[in-house]
Structure formats: C-alpha cells, structure tokens
C-alpha cells in the first residue's frame, strides 16, 4: 500500500481514477484548488501549484509516494502547474513516482497541445522521479452518452450517434484505438504494481477503424448514417465538417467554440498520422489480460436511446 496523491481528481479523468483506486489497497488523496469539507469519499487537500515550496510540503506531509495527474494541460497556466507539482514532487522526501497528464494518443511534435506538455517532460527528465505518460487511444465514452456510466460530458468528434453523422478524417481505414474510462483505471490502478517503467505507457480497448465504427453505430442504432471525409490537408488548415450535434455541444462547453474546431481539427489530423493506434505487443493489455475492456460495440450498446 502506498499514498497516492491525483492532481485533478474531480474531473472527468481524474475522478474515475480515483473513484478505481479507492476499491484498492491503496490511500488516495485529491489535489485540488479548493479543499472539500465533504465527510464522503477521499480526502481532498487544497494546493497552490503556484507555490512549490508549499506544495512539497503538502506532498510529505500526506505521505505521498506516487502522483496521478489528470490536470487539463490546454492552456499555459495549467502546463505551468504541471511543471510546479513536478518540481514538488522531486523536492519532497516522499514521492517516487510520477504519472503525467496526456490520456490521449501518441505526442505529436507539431501539435500546440503537445508542445505544453514537452514541458513538462523535460522536467520529469531532469528529475530524479521515476515517470510515465499513459497512451490509450480516444475515449469511447463520447459515444455512450447518455446511459454509460462517465464523467465525460458530450462532444462528438468524427461520429454523432444522434445526428447520424460521420465526419471522417483521411481514408477512414486508418486504425484507431479506443478505451472505456473505467477500463484506463483499471489498468492505471495495475500499472502502480510494475515495477520498470516507460516514458509511455499504452492500453486500449478496442482497435478499430472508422469506417468499422461507422458500421457498428449503424448496427447498433439500426440507422444509417451520412458519412463525409475530411482531408488532411483540410485538418491541418484548423478546418472540419461540423456536425449536427456540435452546435449544442459547442455552446456547452467550457471553452469558446474556436478552441473546440480547432482542438477537433488537431485531434482529425492526428488519426491521419497514426497517433490514436497502440502497439499491441507493448500494451499493458498483454500484461494484464485478466482486465476485459470494453469493446466500441459494448459501449455504444449502454446508450440510452432518447433520440
């Protein structure tokens, strides 16, 4: 048993890893901005990332041996937050390890979202922390919405289940993995037993391409779909085919809905360079067989049919 400490553990990531580990032998403890008074759940401490020197207080205080971050790095505020708790980490007598937020594809080096998180990297580098960044693919979860249990709120990218559309970036053959939020913690909650760790740690779901997606929504929807491609080139010009639901989600979002075009036209051209597919061989789904993930078909089958 060890402390672990998630940096973000009210979010959508964060709050399914923690919500894992607590089923665990592990000690869990929350970082966040602000301090819960809550009797219920894990304990939540309040952390300036903005004050190292606090911060490695905090961290051996509470004993901490092992960070999860699933903080948002989108921004240059939250990257320099990132960087802080590192720095925190290495400083403080307790922490040994250190997950790093990404929770996506494989880094792309001319991505803006990418160069955020290289910052962050590079620290770890220089540190004396034993670290890794974990590559699962893109969220299913998207396409359970409602009725699969999720943190996540809806944004459709490529597919919208409701609209019966398919915006397809490339060829649509390119493969892609996908993996259920609760089966990322599951193997998130594995991995803090391996003892070698990898700058990057995969896991998936399910491999798939698009155009199997696309037939698989229509299986199980009953529906056929409408089904565009946008090209490469398209993508990395910061454009795509808008799709019916995105004109709710957009307005929904915490963010403004240029960001949103923009973050869906990185995350298209991304499936165009491969960055969303997992080498099997060196999966932690080889180390751990006995986590049965669930498959697209099984997610998209939770969804409630309100349409």
Same mark, same amino acid.
């Not at 219920?40 to 990332?49: A, F, Q, S």
């Not at 903080?71 to 720095?87: F, H, M, P, R, Y």
């Not at 909650?189 to 896991?203: K, R």
């Given at each position: ?66 960070? *999860?971050?699933?903080?948002?790095? =989108? ?34 080096? =001319? ?65 892609? +993995? ?22 990057? =740690? ?48 957009? +307005?929904? +979002? ?23 597919? *997992? ?7 080889? +180390?751990?067989?006995? *986590? ?16």
């Amino acid at each position: 048993m060890v402390v672990v400490a998630v940096a973000g553990g009210t979010g959508n990531v964060g709050r399914t890893i923690v919500e894992t580990l607590l089923q665990t032998k592990h000690q869990v403890v929350v970082l966040a901005r602000k301090a819960s008074s809550s009797l219920e759940g894990p304990l939540t401490v309040k952390v300036d990332y903005s004050n190292v020197d606090a911060t490695t207080q905090l961290l051996e205080e509470h004993k901490v041996h092992t960070i *999860i971050s699933a903080l948002k790095i =989108t921004d240059e505020n939250a990257s320099a937050a990132q960087v802080n708790l590192i720095k925190a980490a290495d400083s403080s007598s307790s922490v040994k390890r250190f997950i790093a937020s990404g929770w996506g594809g494989i880094p792309s080096e =001319t991505s803006p979202l990418t160069a955020l998180q290289r910052v962050s990297n590079d620290e770890l580098r220089k540190s004396n922390l034993q670290w890794t960044r974990f590559v699962n693919g893109y969220f299913s979860d998207y396409y359970g919405i409602p009725g699969v249990k999720t943190h996540f709120t809806p944004l459709s990218f490529v597919v919208d289940i409701a609209g019966r559309k398919a915006a397809i970036p490339g060829t649509g053959d390119e493969p892609m +993995a996908f993996t259920y939020s609760y089966d990322l913690a599951k193997f998130v909650t594995a991995f803090l037993d391996v003892s070698e760790w990898n700058e990057l =740690t995969f896991c998936y779901g399910e491999r798939i391409t698009w155009n199997d997606f696309v037939k698989v929504a229509e299986e199980v929807t009953g529906a056929s779909f409408d089904v565009v491609y946008d090209s490469s080139d398209k993508l990395a010009a910061g454009n795509i085919t808008e799709l019916p639901s995105h004109e709710k989600e957009f +307005a929904a +979002a915490p963010f403004p809905a240029a960001f949103a075009r923009q973050l869906l036209a990185i995350l298209g051209h991304w499936v165009v360079e491969g960055r969303f597919d *997992i080498p099997v061989d060196e999966s932690l789904n080889k +180390a751990f067989p006995e *986590i049965n993930p669930l498959s697209v078909h099984d997610v998209l089958r939770q969804r409630d049919v309100v349409e």
